[in-house]
C-alpha cells in the first residue's frame, strides 16, 4: 500500500510544476519541453493519488460513524455498505497507481524498426515471412501507424527472403517489442501432393528507432563503401555506384542498403538501421547488467527465443511464452486479433515488473 505521505509528495511535485509553467517567461524551450514532458507523465499518477486519498479520508469519516454510540441503526447500516464499497475498490485505486508508478522504458514512446527475415524452410519460410509483414502492416493500419519499407529482398516463390521497414506513431515501439524472436509456421504447402504439414521459420526484430540525441557515432568509427546495386542474377540495376555499405567498426555491425537510386537516400537509410542497432545494442548491455534474470522476461526481445506458433491446420496461434494459446489463426494473420495476445505479454511483463517492485520493498 502506497503511504499518503508519498502521494501528497507527488501531487505538491505536480503542484510546483503546473505553477512553474505557468509563470515560464523564465524558462528556455528545453525546460519548458522537459516540464512539460513530467507534467504530462505524472498527470494521470496524480489523478488517481487525488482519488486515493479522498477515498481513505472518507473511510475515516465513515469509521467515526460506524463507532459512535448515538448513530441510528439505519444510518448506521448505510455507513457500513459504503465502508465495504470503499474497501474493495481501494486494493484497486492501489494497484493502478503501482503500476503507473513503475520506471518507464524509455524507448516506449519512439517509432520502432521492424526487420523480417526468412528462416528455416527455404520457399514456405519466405512465404511465411511475407504473411508476417502483411500482419504487421494490418496491425499498423488499425493503430494509425504510417508503416514504410526501408529494404526488402523478395523470392522468386513469393514473400520475402528479408524486409526492413519503419513505423511511425505514437507507442508503435512499447507495443511491437514484443514480437521480437523466432516465429514458427506449420502448415500445408500449395506444392505438397501428399498433404504432409511443413515447419519453417521467420525471424522478427524490432527495434526502437533512435535520433541523433540517442545514440552518438563518430564519423571515425565509420567504413563507408560504395557500390553498384545489383538485382537478381548479378544484373545491374543502375549504373552508378549509389548503394551503400556501412560498417561500424568497433562492433563490426555491418548495414547495406540499395533500394533508392540515389547514394544519398541509401546512406541515409542505412544510417537509420545503424543508430537503431547500436541504441538497441546499448538498452541490451545495460539490462543485462541490470538484471541476470532479463532474458527469461516477456519482451526481453532475444532474436533465438521461439516466441510463437502458427498452426494453420488447427487455425491455432500458440504464444510459448505465457502458454497463450488462441483458436483464430485466420483474425490474427489479419492483424485483428494480434492485439488480443499483445495485451497479454503487456500484463505479464507487468505483473513481473510488480512483483520484482514488491520484492524490493
Known amino acids: ?72 441503526a439505519d444510518m448506521r447500516a448505510l455507513a457500513e455498505e459504503e465502508f465495504r464499497e470503499l474497501k474493495d475498490l481501494l486494493p484497486q485505486l492501489e494497484q493502478k497507481i503501482q503500476i503507473a508508478l513503475l520506471p518507464k522504458d524509455a524507448a516506449d514512446e519512439k517509432n520502432a524498426i521492424l526487420e523480417i527475415r526468412a528462416g528455416t524452410g527455404g520457399d514456405e519460410a519466405a512465404l511465411f515471412g511475407g504473411d508476417l509483414f502483411r500482419m504487421y502492416q494490418r496491425l499498423c493500419d488499425q493503430n494509425g501507424w504510417k508503416i514504410e519499407i526501408i529494404s526488402a529482398s523478395g523470392s522468386s516463390a513469393g514473400g520475402y527472403k528479408e524486409v526492413i521497414a519503419s513505423v511511425n506513431g505514437r507507442g508503435a515501439f512499447s507495443r511491437l517489442k514484443y514480437e521480437s524472436g523466432v516465429h514458427r509456421v506449420q502448415r500445408i504447402p500449395e506444392t505438397e501432393s501428399g498433404g504432409r504439414i511443413h515447419t519453417s521459420a521467420a525471424t522478427v526484430a524490432v527495434l526502437p528507432e533512435a535520433e541523433e540525441v540517442d545514440i552518438q557515432i563518430d564519423e571515425k568509427d565509420l567504413r563507408i563503401d560504395v557500390y553498384r546495386a545489383s538485382g537478381a542474377g548479378g544484373q545491374h540495376v543502375n549504373k552508378t555506384e549509389s548503394a551503400v555499405r556501412i560498417t561500424h567498426i568497433p562492433t563490426g555491425t555491418v548495414v547495406a542498403q540499395q533500394d533508392e537510386t540515389s547514394q544519398h537516400k541509401n546512406k541515409a537509410k542505412a544510417m537509420t538501421i545503424l543508430r537503431a542497432r547500436l541504441y538497441e545494442a546499448e538498452r541490451n548491455r545495460i539490462a543485462a547488467e541490470r538484471s541476470d534474470t532479463r532474458k527469461s522476461q516477456v519482451g526481453s526481445g532475444d532474436r533465438s527465443e521461439r516466441i510463437r506458433t502458427y498452426n494453420f491446420p488447427q487455425n491455432r496461434v500458440t504464444d510459448h511464452r505465457i502458454n497463450l494459446t488462441i483458436h483464430k489463426l485466420d483474425q490474427i494473420l489479419q492483424g485483428i486479433g494480434l492485439d488480443e495476445i499483445i495485451d497479454a505479454l503487456a500484463a505479464e511483463e507487468q505483473a513481473a515488473l510488480l512483483a520484482e517492485a514488491e520484492a524490493q520493498v
Request: no cysteine; glycine share 6%.
Open 1 to 72: 500500500m502506497i503511504a499518503d505521505d508519498k502521494l501528497h509528495q507527488l501531487i505538491r511535485r505536480f503542484e510546483e510544476m503546473e505553477a512553474r509553467m505557468a509563470g515560464s517567461g523564465d524558462l528556455s524551450g528545453d525546460d519548458i519541453a522537459r516540464l512539460s514532458k513530467e507534467y504530462s507523465d505524472l498527470t494521470p499518477i496524480v489523478e488517481i493519488g487525488r482519488d486515493i486519498l479522498q477515498k481513505r479520508y472518507e473511510m475515516g469519516d465513515l469509521a467515526e460513524l460506524i463507532a459512535d454510540a448515538e448513530t441510528d
